[in-house]
Nanobody, 123 residues
Framework: QVQLVESGGGLVQAGGSLRLSCAAS????????MGWFRQAPGKEREFVAA????????YYADSAKGRFTISRGNAKNTMYLQMNSLKPEDTAVYYC????????????????WGQGTQVTVSS
């Protein structure tokens, strides 16, 4: 059974940083891309960043470019999102997800999801 568990969320002031982690278990994740999405209250879930299975290819939403960095652990079953220069509009529940094959920006393409971790950025 595939499980994804996020951690690292919390409350931070605007301009601060947080590092989110995602631990995946239940299968071998070679050939699986991973991604981060977020959902703010009253809004649709939106793409944040994705990384390919080998970790050498990444893609970011415009809102994340230059501030967020996605990475993958050596064992390929962990993923991180380093978030710097946080803004109040980054406040959301952040979800990690994984899919077989290449990266994708649409949430419907992802097969497995974590439960989410809350990120709150105060002004």
């Amino acid at each position: 059974q595939v499980q994804l568990v996020e951690s690292g969320g919390g409350l931070v002031q605007a301009g601060g940083s947080l590092r989110l982690s995602c631990a995946a278990s239940g299968r071998t994740f070679s050939s699986y891309a991973m991604g981060w999405f977020r959902q703010a209250p009253g809004k649709e879930r939106e793409f944040v960043a994705a990384i390919n299975w080998s970790g050498d290819g990444t893609y970011y939403a415009d809102s994340a470019k230059g501030r967020f960095t996605i990475s993958r652990g050596n064992a390929k079953n962990t993923m991180y999102l380093q978030m710097n220069s946080l803004k109040p509009e980054d406040t959301a529940v952040y979800y990690c997800a994984t899919k077989w094959g290449g990266m994708a920006t649409v949430f419907s393409a992802y097969e497995y999801w974590g439960q989410g971790t809350q990120v709150t950025v105060s002004s």
